[in-house]
């Protein structure tokens, strides 16, 4: 559900707490991806030595974002620790909550793809999960799974029903995010949707049996 359909149905509904108090929810999970960089515009490989700052753009995506969250109250947020996810959380929330850095969220180790034009990148390699490939030293796709699944097992673990929370991150990590939230067949194609800078989706956590 994205940000516009939620809006939608809590108009309707008339009620915004009535999305987070259905029966088998533990909590919501906001997913975002940081705003546009110069490394972004350019198409040039960013991965975690790239520590660029957002551009002009990338702050008025944070910005437009910012207004369409602003009546959602969260009750923690997280992000990586690299500026422009970082930056992006701080335009997003402010002071409303504290934010956490976890080390979990960095983005995909890219080695020697690092600064390289993103044509370098063979993107269908890169995410196959069997194949788990690591050549050019790129962080296994299998090793970015195991991470996010360990910071996912804290989340339900540190957080009561019904919570509410903010994770600004990176494209690799939200769209491994995106995968384990829903509970994806690994061994379908894992690249069937877009990350642009600054996607925002819903998504539920349900309760573990």
Same mark, same amino acid.
């Given at each position: 559900?994205?940000? #516009?359909?939620?809006? *939608? /149905?809590?108009? %309707?509904?008339?009620? %915004?707490?009535?999305?987070?108090?259905? =029966?088998? /929810?533990?909590?919501?999970?906001?997913? +975002?991806?940081?705003?546009?960089?110069?490394?972004? #515009?350019?198409?040039?490989?960013?991965?975690?030595?790239?520590?660029?700052? &957002?551009?002009?753009?990338?702050?008025?995506?944070?910005?437009? !974002?910012?207004? =369409?969250? %602003?009546? /959602?109250?969260?009750?923690?947020?997280?992000?990586?620790? !690299?500026?422009?996810?970082?930056?992006?959380?701080?335009?997003? +929330?402010?002071?409303?909550?504290?934010?956490?850095?976890?080390?979990?969220?960095?983005?995909?180790?890219?080695? #020697?793809?690092?600064? =390289?034009?993103?044509?370098? $990148?063979? +993107?269908? #390699?890169?995410?196959?999960? $069997?194949?788990?490939?690591?050549?050019?030293?790129?962080?296994?796709?299998?090793?970015? *799974?195991?991470?996010?699944?360990? *910071?996912?097992?804290?989340?339900? %673990?540190? $957080?009561?029903?019904?919570?509410?929370?903010? /994770?600004?991150?990176?494209?690799?990590?939200?769209?491994?995010?995106?995968?384990? &939230?829903?509970?994806?067949?690994?061994?379908?194609? &894992?690249?069937?949707?877009?990350?642009?800078?600054?996607?925002?989706?819903?998504?539920? !956590?349900?309760?573990?049996?």
């Amino acid at each position: 559900m994205d940000i #516009k359909t939620l809006e *939608f /149905i809590e108009k %309707k509904n008339g009620n %915004k707490q009535s999305l987070r108090t259905r =029966k088998g /929810i533990t909590m919501k999970i906001y997913l +975002v991806r940081h705003g546009e960089t110069d490394a972004n #515009k350019n198409h040039i490989m960013q991965g975690q030595s790239q520590n660029l700052q &957002l551009n002009e753009n990338g702050i008025k995506q944070a910005m437009e !974002l910012k207004s =369409k969250l %602003k009546n /959602i109250k969260f009750d923690s947020c997280f992000t990586s620790p !690299l500026i422009r996810a970082w930056s992006t959380a701080m335009i997003l +929330v402010g002071d409303r909550v504290e934010i956490k850095e976890d080390k979990r969220l960095i983005e995909r180790g890219l080695g #020697k793809l690092e600064g =390289k034009d993103r044509k370098a $990148y063979d +993107v269908k #390699k890169y995410w196959d999960y $069997y194949l788990n490939s690591n050549d050019q030293e790129v962080e296994p796709i299998q090793d970015i *799974f195991s991470r996010c699944n360990s *910071f996912i097992k804290d989340i339900r %673990k540190s $957080y009561s029903n019904n919570a509410t929370i903010l /994770i600004v991150s990176h494209g690799a990590i939200t769209r491994c995010l995106h995968h384990i &939230l829903k509970n994806s067949n690994l061994n379908n194609n &894992l690249l069937d949707f877009k990350i642009e800078n600054c996607y925002c989706k819903e998504y539920e !956590l349900k309760k573990e049996e």
